[in-house]
């Protein structure tokens, strides 16, 4: 089947703030479509007379009502099709950065029959118009939302392109596997033989092997863009809100000295040498009748199960107790990492099998031993992680999932040609790959998948 890129022109223009909402020093309205100049000639007066707007340049001057009210001081600035963010006519007017100006200015354009834009639809506009394919367009949001610097390397590289250039590469060698195919099944009857398998086999091969080394760093990719999931586990008491609020330097989570305080997570993000974390502080683990946190415990225990590290916290005040066994019972040992809390009272010999496991000792209270947790913290995910990253990795599921699947539809080709199959069925698998990857670009994203990934944005971008 052909693959078609969506393409729409757009005859409304819409407008939306691009600046939060709020008081700040401006406050910026975006306008984006066939009007844009219109409301800027219509309600925006320079200070310098001036024949004509140039494109890009920035203007000082006012915002007048038609009947010549003073609205706002401001700066403006036109950017001319095609060299805007959305490939249309886009107007900016920055004005002072308060909701009441914002509203007057928004309210005499949306008057004017502009239209209030949805979430995302400058960036859903900008790839609609070809300007940007679908990775660079998610890559916008992933660089607004990115919490360390990790993340925004990696989302301002796919915005950049990179993923799409790869992907680009990859549906090009594809095409051509298919060309060889169809050449076949469009002229059976001429002399064409079908290309021999042994030049097919090696081109799949190849595909597919490029495309595993992209889907393995996946982990990693996920990583960097998610941050890191850990896990402050262990029974009651044991001191895991203070661990907390003693890695986030802050007074976040309640601390008291009665077993069962913590009844929901606590999640806060921070990063340890930009490598990023998502920290999350859970109900203690025990045996208990108390139908509250008991319901506790099992969403800890659900979390534990999908979380990338568990700190298992135990007391080494009070040493191992039964509460301890049961807590270590649902942690995955690979994945875990053991903190003996209150290393500044006295302390209990650790028992089998805590003692055998790699652990740290700490105060939350002295802060003693918090450098060495961030450290080992760190050891075990930069080399996956932050540090000095320079190739291409998948970050979003979303892709992770299409290029499985493009993935799994050439090896299915592979063992189809092996099986000596008719180039209609090998033509195929080959096509059902395509259009995996077309998924990932936007070429073949259906429009609910799309929708559902600008509804992400916010408003005026
Ligand atoms: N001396 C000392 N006391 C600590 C330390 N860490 C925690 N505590 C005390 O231990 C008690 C329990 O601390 P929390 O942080 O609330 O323990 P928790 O594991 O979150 O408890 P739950 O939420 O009930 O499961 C409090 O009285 C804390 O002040 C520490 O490093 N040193
Ligand atoms: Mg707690």
Redesign the pocket.
Known sequence: MPLVVARVSYTDTIIAPATPPGEGGVGILRISGPLAETALTRFFRPAKKLTAFSSHRLYYGHIYTLTGELVDEVMAVLMRAPASYTREDVVEFHCHGGSAVLYRVQRLLLEEGLRLAAPGEFTQRAFLNGRIDLTQAEAVVDVIKARSDAARQLAVQQMDGGLYREMEKLSVRLRDLVALVEAYIDFPDEEIALPDNEQLSCAAQQLIADMDTLLASFDSGRVLREGISILIV?R????????LNALLGESR??????????RDFIEEGLTINGLPLRLV?T??IRRTDDRVEAEGVRRSQQKIAAADLQLL?IDG?CGVSDDDLYALKFCDLQRTLLVV?????AQKPLLAPFSELERIE?????GFGLAALREAIFQRFSVSGAAGRESLCLSNSRHFEALSRCSAKIASFYEQLAAGLSAEFLAYDLREALFAIGEITGETTPDDVLNIIFERFCIGK
Do not use: E, F, Q, R
Request: glycine residues 12%; without cysteine.
């Open positions: 262990g009651p008491n044991v001191g895991k809100s203070s661990l989570a309640i601390v008291t000295d009665i077993p069962g305080t913590t502080d109900a203690g916290l005040n809390s209150k290393s500044d009272l700490l105060s939350s209270k002295t």
